[in-house]
């Protein structure tokens, strides 16, 4: 019977990670504050201090994510420990998970089989606070907000045109709509209110974009909470609030330090999704493992669609990263399944299928190539069920394209499966080859970027909003934030709108259903279709199979 994930990790042997920081990374322990023995912060001085040179950076992306699954974040994983397995100095840097996926439908994002990062349950369940110190920042600021208005509102907030929701990491459907403040005068002014999941924050998406402790407190004090009647914004500083914030989260903004299976040194910070956020890792902590590393393998979420194109328009606009070569991870079965394959026939053969559902892999090669303007491998995580000649069709398409593939197996043999994976990456790489190009300029109206985005990575035709969204999106151009990028929230599954069209939909029009300004993180959020801020879990979620003994060992947790 083959072991489960998390019956690997927990018989995996780990280094005090003083010892890993140390002899890993030249870090002394006076710089760490652990964490129990196998996680530690890693101290914002020290790394400020720090000479080391930029190492390579590598972008881990995928297809379009299906009920099968992808494993981007098990090759992430996998491409770091293959990077050290052939003498690169290579430093992961990954997210944090957050419950919602863990206790509903995706599970664990720890990574996989003999690919994972370890403490596996630690990271992810509550790991170092992180999570908990952003949703105490969001709310503290959702409750001085209502206070303020209680206690004679002298800002003049009209409680119509408040735009700060409360948080939770966790899917509570219940909390997407609620009334606030029922039950007489002494609880404040009844209103319409919400929750969204932790991930959806804009403080999480300012955790992850800030660069410091100043800028951090900076840009907590330009949220927008809502508006007097006269509809003049009314900032979190305007509540003397950014202060009290930015304490809550100092010492969560130190990235934080874990390994691999194979001890290689990993950082792990912030968590945004990249369907409804920004879906990438701190600044801090990518910035933080190039200069500890000469690679560093990070990701961002979902497919290239998503998280790629906002790791580039959004973070590397902001940050001035740029990466050196980006690995277009899929797998055979989760083709098929773009293919038109229903989930339960996946392991039969079915080149027809293939070659339909190839169609995503191909767009979002293209995307990478074209678009953002950066070389790329493709990796296909390999399943037993998979044949040869599945394999060679799949081949021949990537090679038509110029494109370098590889069938990497990390998942069952670790580093050792990876090794081609990782001497391509690095072939790539150091040919420098790379020539970032943004999806569309700051200069470019808001309209017209929501426009690029949609005709040029999502192959759609146009896009479409009521009046009433159309006028919010030019109230915020003539209001000065025109400049700022845009984050599209929408469904995963498809380059539509609409989950149920697979593989490379054409000529769909992508609807603007709300329109959220983050003044703080500087971006310009784009809801579209159905896709929703704070999710709900499945009929049966994951949290039915996760236990734990008298001893405390965890079971079920993926």
Same mark, same amino acid.
């Given at each position: 019977?083959?072991?489960?994930?998390?019956?690997?990790?927990?018989?995996?042997?780990?280094?005090?990670?003083?010892?890993?920081?140390?002899?890993?990374?030249?870090?002394?322990?006076?710089?760490?504050?652990?964490?129990?023995?196998?996680?530690?912060?890693?101290?914002? +001085?020290?790394?400020?201090?720090? @000479?080391?040179? *930029? &190492?390579?950076? $590598?972008? %881990?992306?995928?297809?379009?994510?299906?009920?099968?699954?992808?494993?981007?974040?098990?090759?992430?994983?996998?491409?770091?420990?293959?990077?050290?397995?052939?003498?690169?100095?290579?430093?992961?840097?990954?997210?944090?998970?957050?419950?919602?996926?863990?206790?509903?439908?995706?599970?664990?994002?720890?990574?996989?089989?003999?690919?994972?990062?370890?403490?596996?349950?630690?990271?992810?369940?509550?790991?170092?606070?992180?999570?908990?110190?952003?949703?105490?920042?969001?709310?503290?600021?959702?409750?001085?907000?209502?206070?303020?208005?209680?206690?004679?509102?002298?800002?003049?907030?009209?409680?119509?045109?408040?735009?700060?929701?409360?948080?939770?990491?966790?899917?509570?459907?219940?909390?997407?709509?609620?009334?606030?403040?029922?039950? +007489?005068?002494?609880?404040?002014? @009844?209103?319409? *209110? &919400?929750?969204? $999941?932790? %991930?959806?924050?804009?403080?999480?998406?300012?955790?992850?974009?800030?660069?410091?402790?100043?800028?951090?407190?900076?840009?907590?004090?330009n949220i927008i909470v809502g508006y007097t009647r006269e509809q003049l914004p009314v900032r979190a500083r305007d509540l003397q609030a950014h202060g009290a914030m930015a304490a809550l989260l100092k010492d969560a903004i130190k990235p934080n330090l874990v390994q691999t299976l194979e001890n290689n040194p990993a950082i792990i910070h912030g968590g945004p999704f990249a369907n409804i956020a920004h879906g990438c890792n701190t600044i801090t902590a990518t910035r933080a493992a190039l200069k500890l590393g000469d690679y560093v393998v990070t990701e961002a979420g979902f497919g290239a669609d998503l998280g790629a194109e906002k790791f580039i328009d959004i973070k590397c606009r902001k940050s001035g990263l740029r990466p050196d070569a980006v690995v277009v991870v899929a797998t055979v079965r989760a083709l098929k399944h773009h293919g038109g394959?229903?989930?339960?026939?996946?392991?039969?053969?079915?080149?027809?299928?293939?070659?339909?559902?190839?169609?995503?892999?191909?767009?979002?090669?293209?995307?990478?190539?074209?678009?953002?303007?950066?070389?790329?491998?493709?990796?296909?995580?390999?399943?037993?069920?998979?044949?040869?000649?599945?394999?060679?069709?799949?081949?021949?398409?990537?090679?038509?394209?110029?494109?370098?593939?590889?069938?990497?197996?990390?998942?069952?043999?670790?580093?050792?499966?990876?090794?081609?994976?990782?001497?391509?990456?690095?072939?790539?790489?150091?040919?420098?080859?790379?020539?970032?190009?943004?999806?569309?300029?700051?200069?470019?109206?808001?309209?017209?970027?929501?426009?690029?985005?949609?005709?040029?990575?999502?192959?759609?035709?146009?896009?479409?909003?009521?009046?009433?969204?159309?006028?919010?999106?030019?109230?915020?151009?003539?209001?000065?934030?025109?400049?700022?990028?845009?984050?599209?929230?929408?469904?995963?599954?498809?380059?539509?709108?609409?989950?149920?069209?697979?593989?490379?939909?054409?000529?769909?029009?992508?609807?603007?259903?709300?329109?959220?300004?983050?003044?703080?993180?500087?971006?310009?959020?784009?809801?579209?279709?159905?896709?929703?801020?704070?999710?709900?879990?499945?009929?049966?979620?994951?949290?039915?199979?996760?236990?734990?003994?008298?001893?405390?060992?965890?079971?079920?947790?993926?």
């Amino acid at each position: 019977m083959a072991l489960s994930d998390i019956d690997i990790a927990q018989a995996a042997s780990l280094v005090p990670v003083i010892q890993l920081a140390r002899e890993r990374l030249g870090i002394p322990a006076e710089a760490l504050e652990p964490y129990g023995h196998y996680k530690a912060k890693i101290d914002l +001085g020290w790394l400020d201090r720090h @000479p080391g040179p *930029d &190492g390579k950076l $590598i972008l %881990v992306t995928a297809i379009s994510p299906t009920p099968a699954g992808e494993g981007k974040t098990t090759t992430t994983v996998g491409l770091g420990d293959a990077l050290n397995r052939i003498g690169k100095k290579a430093v992961i840097a990954l997210r944090e998970p957050s419950l919602g996926p863990v206790f509903g439908m995706k599970g664990g994002a720890a990574g996989g089989g003999y690919a994972q990062v370890v403490p596996m349950e630690d990271i992810n369940l509550h790991f170092t606070g992180d999570f908990s110190a952003i949703a105490l920042a969001h709310n503290l600021l959702a409750a001085l907000l209502d206070n303020h208005i209680h206690h004679g509102n002298a800002l003049g907030l009209d409680v119509r045109r408040i735009t700060w929701r409360r948080v939770m990491d966790m899917n509570d459907r219940a909390l997407r709509n609620i009334v606030v403040s029922l039950g +007489g005068p002494g609880n404040g002014y @009844p209103r319409e *209110d &919400g929750f969204d $999941i932790v %991930v959806a924050s804009e403080v999480m998406a300012i955790f992850c974009l800030a660069t410091s402790r100043r800028d951090l407190k900076e840009r907590l004090g330009n949220i927008i909470v809502g508006y007097t009647r006269e509809q003049l914004p009314v900032r979190a500083r305007d509540l003397q609030a950014h202060g009290a914030m930015a304490a809550l989260l100092k010492d969560a903004i130190k990235p934080n330090l874990v390994q691999t299976l194979e001890n290689n040194p990993a950082i792990i910070h912030g968590g945004p999704f990249a369907n409804i956020a920004h879906g990438c890792n701190t600044i801090t902590a990518t910035r933080a493992a190039l200069k500890l590393g000469d690679y560093v393998v990070t990701e961002a979420g979902f497919g290239a669609d998503l998280g790629a194109e906002k790791f580039i328009d959004i973070k590397c606009r902001k940050s001035g990263l740029r990466p050196d070569a980006v690995v277009v991870v899929a797998t055979v079965r989760a083709l098929k399944h773009h293919g038109g394959v229903d989930a339960k026939n996946l392991n039969v053969p079915d080149l027809a299928a293939l070659e339909r559902g190839m169609a995503n892999l191909e767009r979002h090669v293209s995307n990478v190539r074209n678009h953002y303007g950066l070389p790329c491998v493709v990796s296909v995580n390999h399943f037993t069920s998979d044949t040869t000649e599945e394999i060679d069709l799949l081949r021949s398409s990537m090679e038509r394209l110029g494109v370098p593939m590889v069938v990497a197996r990390h998942w069952a043999d670790g580093s050792k499966g990876a090794e081609e994976l990782a001497r391509k990456v690095v072939k790539i790489a150091e040919a420098g080859t790379a020539r970032m190009s943004y999806v569309y300029e700051d200069s470019d109206s808001l309209w017209d970027k929501m426009k690029a985005i949609a005709t040029k990575v999502y192959g759609a035709a146009d896009i479409n909003a009521d009046a009433a969204i159309r006028a919010r999106i030019q109230k915020l151009q003539d209001d000065g934030y025109g400049h700022y990028p845009v984050c599209v929230a929408k469904t995963q599954y498809s380059f539509s709108t609409d989950p149920k069209l697979r593989a490379a939909p054409s000529g769909h029009v992508v609807n603007i259903r709300e329109v959220r300004l983050a003044a703080g993180a500087e971006f310009v959020v784009m809801i579209c279709g159905d896709i929703m801020t704070m999710p709900g879990l499945p009929r049966e979620p994951s949290s039915m199979r996760i236990d734990v003994d008298d001893d405390g060992k965890i079971s079920g947790l993926f």
